[in-house]
């Protein structure tokens, strides 16, 4: 049974058919890479997975139960944590708030919703009430969670520590996106999604990203990720699957799909001939992506 | 039933002319424009004199009217817009009000506050339709809304200063880079703006011939629910919109009768802005598109005052009536201490939670007349009703927002001012709990086993340790987890939603929390008070607390609580200015806003 | 302007806001120090001889109703020249502060106490409307000082206490009598009633279609509308639906002007006599009516052509100063003061003292109720009233 089960996943925007007929496993302890040109589908896929929206057709499971379907703030408490591809990090609040904020499924038994309205209320009401008066096991908890959050930053090295009280929106892109990244792993996630981690970074924090993610490899995390850089593929990936219009071209370990000629015709465009100036003008917008391609090529 | 979709048209006549208006100006600026009404009844003015007193026809005193109304505007983005456009757009709603009040004062001490009469100039031409007369005013105010609404949509799709105002309204910063003069295409549009706004005044003036100083409110808020029915910047939607909202109100005259009227259009609204947030007309999306990166509106960060300032500070305010023999202050502040109740309730929605929220009188009134009424009508002990109103009137006040709060931004604003206006109706409609407009009067004075307070200091005393119980309560959820998740709710709703903070649980808690403390202060107010009614807490209230949570800083209780007393005491202070009272207040609060934008008790960094 | 981090940063807040503190309490201050420099709020030494005697009144000066107040002004301006000119209250003038309080029950509770704290004021009018008037009605009572309302008719009004007293009527004489003229004087059977839904025209309405019903008349159409109203089409088209034979509104100048005109367009004739209750009657009703005020019937307690002779002078002397006719808001705001000068100069200027001349006097000569006397529910009694009809632009005598 895998970790991350996707069957048979399609979506459709108006007339536009996004997802057609997307498979996927991951079991635990794999890191597996979504490749594909823009408009493959692949942040489609991230967001049906996260469940910010739901397939149209097809079934999504995550630890032996259905996921799709469910509000993306219950498929957090199963244990689904992502980054954004744009850095959603919470501007006015400190690194520290945004990693604890991570934690947020974790103080469990506080935050459940229950499932009948009744419950709910009774619930919410029981939040507030812990809220205002704060008993000590309670600030306990925080205290643990407060000292975890530090050492996840710890990851980083000393690039986040030092600024741990300071509002995220002083803070560099990249180190934004790395308080991201923070907050998703305090959740302690069962599937960490990570949608273009490495966008926008240059070559040395790319490298230091790379490092990271192998890092929780080592540590058993399971991932999915989505990039477009293919030299960090091939370092962190167990397997990559490639999309392309909706549907799944090729999937494998990362040399074998990495020189399948219907990947690089996804890419690049159809005939020899006209492959190194369709390595400038098609292809996705990334210049490392153009780059790492003809560097192949 | 011929008759009434006929006065159905022709009421919607009117509001498409204010709808035009107040839908391209916040198509154009993103920017709800409060003053909005008053340049409309400025135009009125204007034109009045043309008319009346210089006795001019009424093709050059439109002319004239729509010259002047540009410049109203003009001068309004200089002064209430420009100074303030990186703020963000809570800010601008903040000094648009400001700017309107100066404007509706500035006219009742130009020209007095009696109502004027404004005779049609038009010859009195009609034809015949069933029970009904259609003059030919009727049909020139149709020709000049659909003449405006095509001139307009020349402009903006077919000049380049059309191209160059839309292109900055869906992203000033890419249009800056383009080379538009963003500043230029701003002025042109709150000319515009300004422009349609005044020939809508004079033109329903000319209609009702009357015009009178605060003839800019109920036209604002027709307007924009007409606007939003058709979609916030779709001009054909606001057409649509306008007419449609006429004659739902016809018809709810002829089924309910009159006092149901606004009540039905605020249902209308809301059930629109629930199944169809993007108007009538508008086309199904896909999902909400994603922000650019970096886009966010700062807060400023809360001044760093010692440990010791705030228990002084209370310490202070309770040792104050010792001090002081004379009451006037001490009732000044006991009604001071009530509304930084209620500032600090809504702080917690719009400060801590960024849930923009414009109808917080509604739960004033709801806990107002859940103490009345458990008191007078049920002689219930005043120490109950303390506890059980506020719970009840927080539990109504969450049912009713509830359905709405999977709304975004404006969008919720908009349906918490329906809301609020819902329970105002609604106290007013519902004779048999409420007596309806004859209000509960002698309600009894705060009591505690046996002893009453009603001297100022007693109640002064009572309002603030209930205020500082609710500062308490705020304070500690505000450092609590569920800070950090209402919070979070605020910065980024998306985001916030991934790592399991649920929405509308959230907001919620957030609305519940607030509705029971603006209820508690809504009991103190009645029990003060002694007697209310259907208009006792009003929409003008929710203004009020809102100006006072920004001024003394966006998600920061002792700037709510700053704000409140400040804006209580300084009309009270500046008494001695009479009529020029209120225009004083508007000035102090735009410079107010220019030297602490991020309010009193925020600073950047 | 960057704030410099450091000690200093946290100094500076502290002082701005205890600045912002002191400022406050200032001008709050400034009131009641100049106040309790001149004698505290108990007892206070006897005024001097020609110090004047002091009214508070409460009232809206800016805000929606701000027209009303201005109105009162004009009457109460004429009342105190006379007053004056004719000696004062045992030579000391008589005069009145104006509080603007928007007519909002936030700021009528507050004003209550400035005047109470001000042992110069004797006496308060005001408030406009009965939630602001009524917001401060226990603390007059409380302190002891008396609240005489002008215009509020809520019929708890007087009830908070025996310091809260009225010089308008109850709505218990009003009303009914615009029924006869409906009914008895004019003959009318069909009555389609439009009126403004607030405390005074609820309480007048039922006390009319009482009274209507009594005298054998059936109410066809009965339709309340809010006071911000300004489109009456779809209320006068279900009204006449109901194939009335007379329009009876229960309503201010403004509202009536309006329904009187829109009425035509929608399809009533001059088969349909218009009849409003005399709150309409103001020389307004016919500058902002038109032409289709004319016909319009009314009945008030006040008519400027009303032959009694305090009627004549408040007339007269209203047209030479302001160049216009009086309507009911200068009327009643000239009788409170002229009802006050009198108790004050019978009984004395103390507050208690004035509380009790309310109580006892008889015979005060107003212009609204010709010599009426306070009742035990401390409203004026015997209020006297004439039939009027718009003819030729203007408000005539209509006698059958």
Redesign the interface.
């Known amino acids: 049974m895998s970790l991350l089960s996707v069957r048979n996943v399609h979506k459709h925007f108006g007339g536009l058919h996004a997802l057609r007929g997307v498979s996927l496993d991951l079991e635990e302890g794999e890191t597996v890479a979504i490749i594909g040109p823009n408009g493959a589908g692949k942040t489609t896929l991230f967001n049906l997975i996260s469940c910010e929206d739901s397939p149209d057709e097809g079934e999504i499971w995550l630890d032996g139960r259905r996921i799709d379907g469910l509000p993306p703030h219950l498929a957090a408490a199963r244990g689904l944590a992502r980054t954004f591809q744009n850095g959603r990090v919470f501007g006015n609040l400190t690194v520290l708030e945004n990693v604890l904020l991570g934690a947020h499924t974790r103080l469990r038994g506080l935050t459940d919703p229950g499932t009948r309205p009744a419950g709910a209320v009774f619930s919410a009401l029981r939040e507030i009430v812990l809220g205002i008066v704060q008993p000590r096991r309670f600030r306990e908890l925080e205290a643990e969670l407060t000292a975890e959050a530090l050492e996840i930053l710890s990851i980083f090295g000393d690039r986040l520590i030092p600024r741990f009280h300071q509002p995220a929106y002083s803070l560099s892109y990249a180190n934004r996106r790395r308080t991201e990244l923070a907050r998703a792993l305090a959740l302690r996630p069962r599937v960490l999604l990570l949608d273009e981690p490495t966008a926008g970074m240059n070559p040395t924090e790319t490298d230091e990203m790379t490092e990271v993610i192998l890092k929780l490899q080592r540590q058993g995390q399971s991932m999915l990720l989505i990039e477009h850089k293919l030299e960090m593929v091939m370092a962190v990936a167990h397997r990559v699957v490639a999309l392309d219009a909706g549907e799944v071209l090729v999937s494998g370990p990362p040399e074998q799909v990495r020189s399948d000629p219907r990947l690089i015709e996804a890419y690049v465009g159809k005939t020899a001939d006209t492959a190194p100036a369709g390595a400038a003008a098609a292809g996705g917008t990334r210049f490392g992506a153009s780059a790492a391609l003809t560097a192949e090529v | 039933m011929l ?2 979709w006929i ?2 048209l ?2 919607g006549n ?1 509001y498409m002319l204010t709808a035009i208006g107040i839908t391209q100006i916040y198509g154009v600026a993103g920017v709800v424009n409060f003053a909005h009404g008053s340049i409309y009844m400025f135009g009125a003015y204007i034109g009045w004199m043309a008319i009346t007193w210089w006795g001019w026809p009424l093709l050059p005193a439109i002319t004239l009217v729509l010259a002047g109304s540009a410049l109203l505007g003009l001068l309004l983005e200089r002064v209430a817009v420009r100074p303030f456009a990186r703020q963000g757009s809570t800010i601008l709603l903040l000094t648009t009000i400001a700017a309107g009040l100066i404007l509706d ?1 500035a006219a ?1 001490v130009i020209w ?4 004027q ?1 404004l ?1 049609n100039p038009l010859p009195h031409w ?1 034809f015949r339709l ?6 030919l005013l009727d049909l020139f105010i149709l020709a000049c809304g659909v003449g405006t609404a095509l001139l307009l949509h020349l402009f903006l799709y077919r000049s380049r200063a059309g191209w160059a105002v839309r292109a900055t309204a869906q992203d000033r910063e890419a249009a800056l880079q383009m080379g538009i003069d963003a500043g230029r295409v701003s002025r042109l549009s709150f000319a515009l703006a300004g422009a349609f706004a005044g020939l809508s005044g004079l033109l329903v003036g000319l209609y ?3 015009i ?3 003839m800019g ?2 036209a604002t808020l027709k307007g924009t629910t007409a606007a939003l029915l058709g979609g916030l910047g779709n001009v054909p939607g606001a057409i649509l919109g306008a007419y449609v909202l006429g004659i739902v ?3 709810s ?2 089924w309910l ?3 149901y ?2 009540l039905v259009a605020v249902v209308l609204l809301i059930a629109v802005l629930l199944l169809k947030p993007r108007g009538l007309l508008a086309p ?1 999306r ?2 909400n598109p ?4 970096g886009t ?1 509106i ?2 400023g ?1 809360p ?4 440990r010791w ?1 705030a228990p002084a ?1 209370a310490a202070a305010a309770f040792a104050l009536p010792l001090a ?10 006991a ?1 001071g201490w009530a509304f930084a109740l209620m500032a600090v309730s809504l702080n917690l929605i719009s400060g801590t939670t960024g849930q923009i929220s414009l109808g917080h009188a509604g739960f004033v009134t709801l806990g107002a007349y859940a103490s009345a009424i458990f008191t007078s009508r049920l002689d219930l002990p005043f120490a109950a009703s303390l506890v059980i109103s506020p719970v009840i009137a927080a539990a109504i006040g969450v049912l009713l927002c509830y359905p709405a709060l999977r709304l975004r931004g404006q969008y919720l604003a908009i349906a918490t001012l329906g809301l609020g206006e819902a329970i105002s109706l609604i106290a ?1 409609n519902w004779d048999a709990v409420t007596l ?4 509960i ?2 309600i009894r ?1 705060p009591d505690f086993f046996g002893y009453e307070l ?3 200091a007693a109640q002064y005393l009572l309002a603030l340790a209930i205020l500082l119980a609710g500062v308490w ?1 705020v304070h ?2 505000g450092r ?6 209402l ?2 709710v ?3 709703e ?10 509308s ?1 959230y907001k ?2 957030a609305f ?2 607030s509705a029971f403390l603006a209820a508690l202060a809504g009991v103190l107010l009645a029990h ?6 259907p ?2 807490f009003t929409f003008a ?1 929710s203004i009020q607390v809102l100006t006072m949570m920004i001024l003394g800083g966006r998600d920061n209780i002792a700037g709510a609580v ?1 704000g409140a ?2 804006l209580i ?1 300084l ?3 500046i ?1 001695f200015l ?2 020029y ?2 225009i004083l207040y508007g000035l102090l609060l735009i410079v107010m806003l220019r030297f602490r934008p991020y309010g009193l ?1 925020n ?3 | 302007m960057a704030i410099k981090r450091g000690p200093a940063s946290r100094i500076r807040p502290a002082v701005l806001s205890a600045l912002a503190l002191m400022l406050l309490l200032a001008a709050c201050g400034k009131s009641s120090v100049a106040l309790t420099a001149q004698g505290g709020t108990g007892a206070s030494s006897p005024p001097a001889a020609t110090e004047p005697v002091l009214i508070g009144v409460t009232g809206p000066l800016t805000g929606d109703n701000a027209e009303y107040g201005k109105q009162w002004r004009k009457g109460f301006d004429l009342a105190l020249e006379e007053i004056n000119g004719d000696g004062g209250i045992d030579g000391r003038p008589l005069e009145y502060v104006f509080e603007d309080t928007q007519s909002d029950p936030k700021q009528t509770p507050a004003v209550a106490q400035k005047f109470v704290a001000n042992p110069k004021i004797v006496a308060v009018i005001g408030d406009f409307s009965s939630p602001a008037s009524m917001a401060a009605s226990p603390i007059y009572q409380r302190s002891g000082l008396v609240q005489l309302g002008i215009t509020n008719s809520h019929p708890e009004f007087t009830s908070t206490g025996d310091y809260i007293w009225s010089n308008t009527s109850n709505q218990k004489d009003d009303a009914p009598y615009l029924a006869q003229l409906a009914v008895s004087r004019l003959g009318k059977k069909r009555l389609a009633v439009l009126y403004l839904n607030t405390d005074w025209g609820k309480t007048t309405v039922d006390l009319f279609i009482g009274k209507a019903k009594e005298l054998g008349a059936e109410i066809v159409a009965q339709e309340a509308y809010l006071s911000n109203e300004k489109d009456f089409r779809p209320i006068l088209t279900k009204a006449l639906d109901a194939k009335p034979d007379a329009l009876i509104l229960i309503s201010y100048y403004n509202d009536g002007a309006l329904i009187a005109q829109q009425r035509q367009s929608v399809g009533f004739d001059e088969t349909v006599t218009v009849v409003g209750i005399g709150s309409i009657y103001s020389p307004q009703f016919i500058r902002l009516g038109g032409e289709a005020a004319e016909g319009v019937y009314t009945s008030t307690r006040f008519y400027p052509g009303d032959p009694r002779p305090e009627v004549r002078s408040f007339v007269e002397k209203y047209r030479e100063k302001y160049g216009e006719d009086p309507d009911t808001f200068a009327a009643v705001a000239y009788d409170g003061i002229k009802i006050l000068a009198r108790v004050m100069r019978e009984y004395g200027t103390e507050r208690k003292a004035i509380r009790d001349g309310l109580e006892a006097v008889r015979d005060l000569d107003t212009v609204l109720y010709g010599k009426a006397s306070f009742g035990p529910d401390r409203r004026l009694e015997n209020p006297h009233f004439v039939n009027l009809i718009v003819q030729n632009g203007k408000f005539e005598l209509w006698q059958p």
């Open positions: 008759d009434q006065n159905g022709v009421i009117l004062n009742q007095g506050p009696q109502t009469a005779r009609h069933g029970n009904s007369t259609v003059t009702f011939s009357n009178y100083p605060m409110a109920s109100e016809a018809f005259v002829e009768g009159a006092s009227r606004n199904r896909a999902l994603e922000p650019t990166a966010f700062p807060h960060r001044l760093r005052f010692p300032a500070a002081l023999a004379n009451p006037y202050p001490l009732q000044v502040l009604i007013l309806g407009p004859l209000g009067s002698n004075p009603v001297s100022p309560i500690r959820l609590s987890h569920l800070g950090r998740a919070r979070a605020r910065e980024d998306v985001a916030a939603r991934a790592f399991g903070v649920g929405l649980r919620s808690i519940g929390v003060s008070y002694s007697y209310i009614a208009d006792t209230l700053l007393v400040l005491a009309p009270e202070s008494r009479g009529e009272r209120f008790l600073a950047r960094t």
